[in-house]
């Protein structure tokens, strides 16, 4: 008999080639040159929402111009003129905001502090005074508000600036026009992981202003009525 070319270890170490071969580096597809971005404090490639000059990046939720109080030190305050909103309309984005609860300490739960970043209108991460505040789970800082609690609560005391990064997928619809498939969140607090990839349904919208999906939709922070500072804003279209 004539002996056979491979060995059946042989034969199969070919095999398992052949199948890896599409991994192989050299068999990648080109891939495209990074683009270069200077850090910053602010990335040279983000839209600078509120850099502590003025408002002209938003309005007010009912139209009109934003009103809320420009304060010298290159913040703004909360003022119980009405949510706003920004010009700009965005889906899919990193966000940077930085806020601080008020210094003097009034109300509890809820009402301590509260205000929020509602990505394209719709979909809440809660700002509130969670610094010894305990309220429900899913509506304390950095919640997911109504929908997922953050993993850990990584709150500053009053008054003290507090950072979100921000990574928000929108929900999109499929080719079918009908079928809503999922985005997500992915939030650091202060730098800390607080919402890992947790997934945005359709229908998690916790404003009545808007309903469905949308391509593209405004940002918007709302006006609790308490007197929350904000600074530093920007964004980075993904
Ligand atoms: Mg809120």
Known sequence: MMPSRRTPAASLIVALLATASPLLAA?????????????????????SLFDGKDLSKWKGEQGGEAKWKLLADGVMEVNGTGSIMTREEFADCQLHVEWASPSEVKGEGQGRG????????????????????????????????????????????PGEWQSYDIIFHAPKLAEDGKTILPGSFTVLHNGILVQDHIPVKGDATTAAKFKGVAPKAPLVLQDHGNPVHYRNIWIRPL
């Open 114 to 157: 509260n205000s929020g970043v509602y990505l394209q209108g719709r979909y809440e991460i809660q700002v509130l005074d969670s610094y010894q505040n305990k309220t429900y789970f899913n509506g304390q800082a950095a919640a997911f508000y109504g929908n997922a609690a953050p993993l850990v609560n990584a709150c500053r005391k």
């Open 27 to 47: 068999d990648k597809p080109a891939e495209k040159e990074p683009a270069v971005v200077t850090p910053g404090p602010v990335p040279s490639d983000a839209i």
